[in-house]
């Protein structure tokens, strides 16, 4: 099982990132997808999630109007699309798959927003 996250890195704020997590090894369509972020010293909260067919869509209430999160189902890929970001968007930022009580992680990909 392997899930990759890609596209972080240094933005000025007001700026946009795409971060995409590419998934392999399990039935990527049957799993409810996320993105997680973690700032230094806070616990990691969830950021954006979306079911298995695409509805369900869940966004944290600092992100909402700003984020949007999509998944491609044929290519098993999840994206993130980061618009007007703010410093306080400074994070590592993980995605997740679950499915009951399995739950898969990636790596993480830093973001950093500042000017």
């Known amino acids: 099982v392997q899930l990759v996250e890609s596209g972080g890195g240094l933005v000025q704020p007001g700026g946009s990132l795409r971060l995409s997590c590419a998934a392999s090894g399990f039935a990527f369509s049957r799993y409810r997808m996320s993105w997680y972020r973690q700032a230094p010293g806070k616990e990691r909260e969830l950021v954006a999630a979306?079911?298995?067919?695409?509805?369900?869509?869940v966004y944290a209430d600092s992100v909402k109007g700003r984020f949007t999160i999509s998944r491609d189902n044929a290519n098993n890929t999840v994206a993130l699309q980061m618009n007007s970001l703010k410093p306080e968007d400074t994070a590592v930022y993980f995605c997740?798959?679950?499915?009951?009580?399995?739950?898969?992680w990636g790596q993480g990909t830093q973001v950093t927003v500042s000017s």
């Open positions: 979306l079911g298995s067919a695409g509805g369900s869509t």
């Open positions: 997740n798959a679950r499915l009951g009580f399995v739950n898969y």
